[in-house]
């Protein structure tokens, strides 16, 4: 299969849509024909031209088509972005010398302890439970059942 190579002269080219304005300029004045309409309908009076609406219109129209100028071949609206893009970047790279990306890290192995086997000695476990009679059950079931009692918990020193 046969590769090609584009240059980059081809790629980096703008299209021109009508005369010497780009697509990004095109929508930039037609900013300000949707902002009379909404400036026209929505604002108070409605569907009447006062003077503060006729200002607005005029300061968003004057600033659009300052955007929309092309300097050095490039659209005032990209200046601006780039100039943004400047300013709002960080200004000091902190290094935190404890930061763990990018380090090779030597950890030591710790010795492993060598395990004696110990003789277990089997003891009998004495049972001092008393047997408890099936009414006693009834009667602690039924003394926990009316709620009149409370169950706490009490820890001692010594951890479980």
């Given at each position: 299969?046969?590769?090609?190579?584009?240059?980059?002269?081809?790629?980096?080219?703008e299209d021109k849509i009508?005369?010497?304005?780009?697509?990004?300029?095109?929508?930039?004045?037609?900013?300000?024909?949707?902002?009379?309409?909404?400036?026209?309908?929505?604002?108070?009076?409605?569907?009447?031209?006062?003077?503060?609406?006729?200002?607005?219109?005029?300061?968003?129209?004057?600033?659009?088509?300052?955007?929309?100028?092309?300097?050095?071949?490039?659209?005032?609206?990209?200046?601006?972005?780039?100039?943004?893009?400047?300013?709002?970047?960080?200004?000091?790279?902190?290094?935190?010398?404890?930061?763990?990306?990018?380090?090779?890290?030597?950890?030591?192995?710790?010795?492993?302890?060598?395990?004696?086997?110990?003789?277990?000695?089997?003891?009998?476990?004495?049972?001092?439970?008393?047997?408890?009679?099936?009414?006693?059950?009834?009667?602690?079931?039924?003394?926990?059942?009316s709620g009149k009692v409370?169950?706490?918990?009490?820890?001692?020193?010594?951890?479980?």
């Open positions: 299969m046969r590769t090609t190579i584009i240059p980059a002269q081809i790629t980096t080219v009508a005369g010497s304005l780009n697509m990004t300029q095109i929508l930039i004045m037609m900013v300000p024909i949707l902002w009379t309409a909404l400036v026209y309908l929505l604002l108070f009076p409605a569907m009447k031209l006062v003077p503060y609406k006729l200002a607005l219109i005029i300061l968003v129209t004057i600033s659009c088509l300052t955007l929309a100028f092309r300097i050095k071949d490039k659209i005032v609206a990209e200046w601006l972005g780039v100039l943004i893009r400047f300013r709002i970047r960080p200004k000091y790279y902190l290094f935190n010398k404890n930061d763990l990306v990018g380090r090779t890290l030597d950890i030591p192995e710790l010795p492993t302890e060598i395990a004696h086997a110990k003789r277990r000695v089997k003891k009998a476990v004495k049972n001092e439970s008393e047997e408890i009679d099936i009414s006693s059950l009834v009667k602690l079931e039924h003394i926990i059942e409370a169950l706490t918990y009490q820890f001692g020193k010594k951890s479980i």
